[in-house]
């Protein structure tokens, strides 16, 4: 198996773990009801696979392609651009994520208008950079594969990756608003 088909499945993992693990805090979100096992389990496996998925993905841009070209191919290297922007700022924005969220949740603590706010943003710039890339990534894998063999069909996929990244965006912001406005405040 190659380094990009490895990647491609790595990806998919990724994609079935992130989907329990949203679905599962959306869950908690919007009613208070939770596993504590799956909460737990879930984001650390996400977190093995998500590093071996980092780990081949540099290798593919620097080793196996020339990570730094964006201008030979014009336009078609927006989505290239917007595929690494994205993984970075998911990088970037998971530490945050956990240490934010986690923190008032599993202490219970009040937070502030100001704390709400940044929680809100920081959140909302995390689950947006994750549905950009998975916009972005999910026919790439599926061509990959072998499973997509036309233009017709990649863009079929990217318009249903489109529409589920869009739906879940309006869900997540609907739902996190609503739990940080009824949590208590400092």
Same mark, same amino acid.
């Given at each position: 198996?190659?380094?990009?088909?490895?990647?491609?499945?790595?990806?998919?993992?990724?994609?079935?773990?992130?989907?329990?693990?949203?679905?599962?805090?959306?869950?908690?979100?919007?009613?208070?009801?939770?596993?504590?096992?799956?909460?737990?389990?879930?984001?650390?496996?996400?977190?093995?696979?998500?590093?071996?998925?980092?780990?081949?993905?540099?290798?593919?841009?620097?080793?196996?392609?020339?990570?730094?070209?964006?201008?030979?191919?014009?336009?078609?290297?927006?989505?290239?651009?917007?595929?690494?922007?994205?993984?970075?700022?998911?990088?970037?924005? &998971?530490?945050?994520?956990?240490?934010? #969220?986690?923190?008032? +949740? =599993?202490? !219970?603590?009040?937070?502030?208008?100001? *704390?709400? $706010?940044? &929680?809100?943003?920081?959140?909302?710039? #995390?689950?947006?950079? +994750? =549905?950009? !890339?998975?916009?972005?990534?999910?026919? *790439?894998? $599926?061509?990959?594969?072998?499973?997509?063999?036309?233009?017709?069909?990649?863009?079929?996929?990217?318009?249903?990756?489109?529409?589920?990244?869009?739906?879940?965006?309006?869900?997540?912001?609907?739902?996190?608003?609503?739990?940080?406005?009824?949590?208590?405040?400092?």
């Amino acid at each position: 198996m190659t380094i990009k088909k490895l990647n491609a499945v790595c990806s998919w993992i990724l994609i079935a773990l992130l989907l329990v693990h949203i679905f599962t805090t959306l869950v908690y979100l919007a009613t208070g009801i939770f596993s504590l096992k799956v909460m737990m389990t879930v984001p650390k496996v996400l977190a093995m696979v998500c590093i071996l998925h980092v780990c081949l993905s540099l290798w593919i841009v620097f080793f196996m392609h020339d990570g730094s070209k964006f201008d030979r191919y014009g336009k078609l290297n927006q989505r290239t651009f917007m595929q690494r922007l994205s993984g970075l700022m998911i990088l970037a924005l &998971v530490h945050p994520h956990v240490k934010i #969220f986690a923190s008032f +949740i =599993y202490d !219970h603590s009040a937070l502030t208008p100001a *704390r709400k $706010l940044m &929680v809100f943003v920081v959140e909302m710039l #995390f689950f947006f950079s +994750i =549905y950009v !890339h998975l916009e972005c990534s999910f026919s *790439r894998s $599926l061509i990959t594969m072998g499973l997509i063999r036309s233009e017709k069909a990649e863009h079929a996929v990217d318009i249903g990756a489109r529409a589920f990244s869009a739906v879940f965006f309006v869900l997540t912001f609907v739902i996190l608003a609503r739990f940080l406005i009824t949590w208590p405040t400092a």
